[in-house]
Antibody, heavy 121, light 109 residues
């Protein structure tokens, strides 16, 4: 059974750095046909892809947020970590991690439940 | 970046209706499109990928079509559990710049 679960702070202050952890089970982060992505959704708004990481440690970032994001993984712990620097109230959102299937098509087939992060002083 | 525009942004429908949601890409994306369903407070659920391939376990009343810039998601006979928000997403620009449409909310009439 594939599961993903996000963890991290529910409240961060402006200018602080956010660190989120995605713990996966039911598949390995060394599987070459899969990656893990972070996607966020501000309240009442659409989804926005942030970053992904692959089995070979290759990473990709949203162009608009690239300077603020770092994604990494610990395969032995089955964890993917996202850090976002210089948080602002506009970064208030539910942050999801999701499994990215990278065969001929590319899609997210399993998602975590999401974690709501509020940015406020 | 490739922009995905969905229409309408919301509409009301009745159980049993046939409904169609449209997604348009700002440039050609071949068939590199997926559709997701999201219910309030829940994570999105994959419905369709490669524009028309139904994800395992998704009811056959859902179907997708299109290629290039224009795509549709059709629900042939709306059920009560289908009232939700639907998002299209392109992966033509993979690995970077994966973008979603703005969403279409299907509400009960």
């Amino acid at each position: 059974q594939v599961t993903l679960k996000e963890s991290g702070p529910v409240l961060v202050k402006p200018t602080e750095t956010l660190t989120l952890t995605c713990t996966v089970s039911g598949f390995s982060l060394s599987n070459a046909r899969m990656g893990v992505s972070w996607i966020r959704q501000p309240p009442g708004k659409a989804l926005e892809w942030l970053a992904h990481i692959f089995s070979n440690d290759e990473k990709s970032y949203s162009t608009s947020l690239k300077s603020r994001l770092t994604i990494s993984k610990d395969t032995s712990k089955s964890q993917v970590v996202l850090t976002m620097t210089n948080m602002d109230p506009v970064d208030t959102a539910t942050y999801y991690c999701a499994r990215l299937v990278v065969v001929a098509a590319k899609f997210w087939d399993y998602w975590g439940q999401g974690t709501l992060v509020t940015v406020s002083s | 970046a490739i922009r995905m525009t969905q229409s309408p942004s919301s509409f009301s429908a009745s159980t049993g209706d046939r409904v169609t949601i449209t997604c348009r890409a700002s440039q050609g994306i071949s068939s590199y499109l997926a559709w997701y369903q999201q219910k309030p407070g829940k994570a999105p659920k994959l419905l369709i990928y490669a524009a028309s391939t139904l994800q395992s376990g998704v009811p056959s009343r859902f179907s997708g079509s299109g290629s290039g810039t224009d795509f549709t998601l059709t629900i042939s006979c709306l059920q009560s559990e289908d009232f939700a928000t639907y998002y299209c997403q392109q992966y033509y620009s993979y690995p970077r710049g994966l973008t979603f449409g703005g969403g279409t909310k299907v509400e009960i009439k």
